[in-house]
């Protein structure tokens, strides 16, 4: 495999490596929405919540488009969303998984 697909494969991996990312992406599979629709669900600074796009909009997981002075955010590919899925999913059986052995051992 082309070692430049890996590269670009960490970015966005880099990119979702932050759970306020994560938490904007989860809220932008319902639909697109502006910065302000963000800062409110999450209630962080609009600042905090651009850069979180910036990042995002760099590493191809999100697009943006600008109606007035309102820019509105989606995601880029619906795959991102099911690859964020499938992970969340993984997590949730590795942890039920713990959980078992842990409580066993007791």
């Known amino acids: 495999m082309d070692r430049t697909l890996f590269h ?3 970015e966005v ?6 759970a306020k990312r994560l938490e904007i992406l989860n ?3 319902g639909g697109e929405m502006t910065v302000g629709d963000v800062v409110k669900h999450m209630r962080v600074s609009k600042a905090n ?3 979180h796009l910036a990042v995002m909009r760099r590493a191809g997981i ?3 488009r600008r109606d007035g ?7 880029s590919n619906p795959k991102v969303t099911r690859a964020c899925e499938l992970m969340r999913e ?3 059986e590795h942890h ?6 842990l409580r066993h051992q007791r």
């Open 90 to 92: 993984v997590l949730m």
């Open 69 to 75: 002075a309102n820019v509105y955010y989606r995601v």
């Open 13 to 18: 991996c880099k990119a979702l490596a932050n």
């Open 96 to 101: 039920t998984r713990t959980e078992k052995i």
């Open 27 to 29: 809220l932008l599979r």
């Open 49 to 51: 919540v651009s850069q």
């Open 62 to 64: 999100v697009e943006s």
């Open 8 to 10: 670009l494969h960490a």
